[in-house]
């Protein structure tokens, strides 16, 4: 079973910066796409960013210009560098990969890590 694990989340003041990691482990050859979504406590799950294997990119409007994802294929690694950080980005922000090749037959789908928690003080 393929597993995801962030790290990188903490606390920091406004205008400051962090960056966060999320590995995938296990039966891995590919993944198609992984994301970063994050949620804030009373409010809903939403995406933060998403990248896809062949590095097409999307963000969210509220985190265009100042947040960055990527990604690194070969360690089955992703990053997202979170710049201007605002009190608003506060949330726990989990990590999600889908359509992941485990072997020439077989895929896995939709799996998320276990969260790490961000908070930007004022």
């Known amino acids: 079973q393929v597993q995801l694990v962030e790290s990188g989340g903490g606390l920091v003041q406004a205008g400051g910066s962090l960056r966060l990691s999320c590995v995938a482990s296990g039966r891995i050859l590919s993944i198609n796409t992984m994301g970063w979504y994050r949620q804030a406590p009373g409010k809903q799950r939403e995406l933060v960013a998403v990248?896809?294997?062949?590095?097409?990119?999307n963000y969210a409007d509220s985190v265009k210009g100042r947040f960055t994802i990527s990604r690194d294929n070969a360690k089955n690694t992703m990053y997202l560098q979170m710049d201007s950080l605002k009190p608003e980005d506060t949330a726990v922000y989990y990590c999600?990969?889908?359509?992941?090749?485990?072997?020439?037959?077989?895929?896995?789908?939709?799996?998320w890590g276990q969260g790490t928690q961000v908070t930007v003080s004022s």
């Open positions: 999600n990969a889908d359509r992941i090749r485990v072997d020439r037959w077989s895929s896995e789908y939709d799996k």
């Open positions: 990248i896809s294997s062949g590095g097409r990119i």
